[in-house]
Each structure stands twice: as structure tokens, then as C-alpha cells.
């Protein structure tokens, strides 16, 4: 993957515990154990921005900086493409997989979205992995990332 693809992405998320965890300006909020779906966007490249998500030294910058600082990222799928595209891509999780969004304004502060974080189960998982595949979307984990 080039460093200045830009594009999309859904980041899975894994947390071990129901953990309160604050996020910023936003406030505290409980987190239940189990997995997360994140669908965000990264028009300077997918390669850093994906690199820093998967990275455990960070300044909090996004609202998802303070899930990960609790949670372990266990895998994203990224989509290449010119123009930004995560509200299309969460309004398709929400519709087609019946994701169910987690926490109003989560991601979603210069959108019309509710939010573009999803708790979602293993067989949602598994859909996402299937969708990613019928789609080539790079899939992307801590050791290494294919095609």
C-alpha cells in the first residue's frame, strides 16, 4: 500500500472489559466489552493513519484515540479512493449488516451521522470480512497487511 493512498476505512476494535472511559470535551461514557467497529476516513493517507490507530504511543487527537487507549485494534479494512466516503460506508454497515450505532457523535462531529462507532458481534465481523473480500478492500492487522 502507498504511503499517500487516501481513503476510507473500518477499524475493528476489541475491548477485553466494560471499562468508563472519558473522551475528552465529549465526557464519560460506558463501553461494554466486546468488539467495535470504527468507520472513519483519512484523505492524507490510509497507510499513516491506519499505522497510528495500530500504534500504542499517540496523542489523543479523535474521538477513537480514546477507545484505543482501552481497547486492542484488532483489524481494518481500507478503501481506496479519491474522495471521502465513510458516511457512505457507515450508512451501508447500519443498513445492510444492521449495525447498530454506539454513542451519538461518536466520529461523527462534521457529519449529519448519528455516529460512525458500531458495537457489533463475531458474525457481524464475519459479514464485514466477507463484504471486504467480495470487494478487495486491503485487509490490514498489527503483523501484516494483504490484499
Known sequence: ????????????????????????QFGRFIFEKGLYAYVGSAMNGLHARISRHFSN????????????????PLEAFLIPSSVKRECEINAHLEKIIDCKPFLKGFGSSDCDCFSHLHKITERTLMRIEEI??????LRYTQLRHSE
Open 1 to 24: 500500500m502507498e504511503n499517500s493512498q487516501t481513503g476510507s476505512y473500518i477499524l475493528i476494535v476489541k475491548l477485553l472489559q466494560n471499562r468508563e472511559i472519558s473522551i475528552g
Open 57 to 72: 504511543v499517540k496523542k489523543k487527537h479523535w474521538h477513537i484515540d480514546y477507545l484505543l487507549d482501552c481497547g486492542q
Open 132 to 137: 471486504a473480500k467480495e470487494n478487495n478492500w
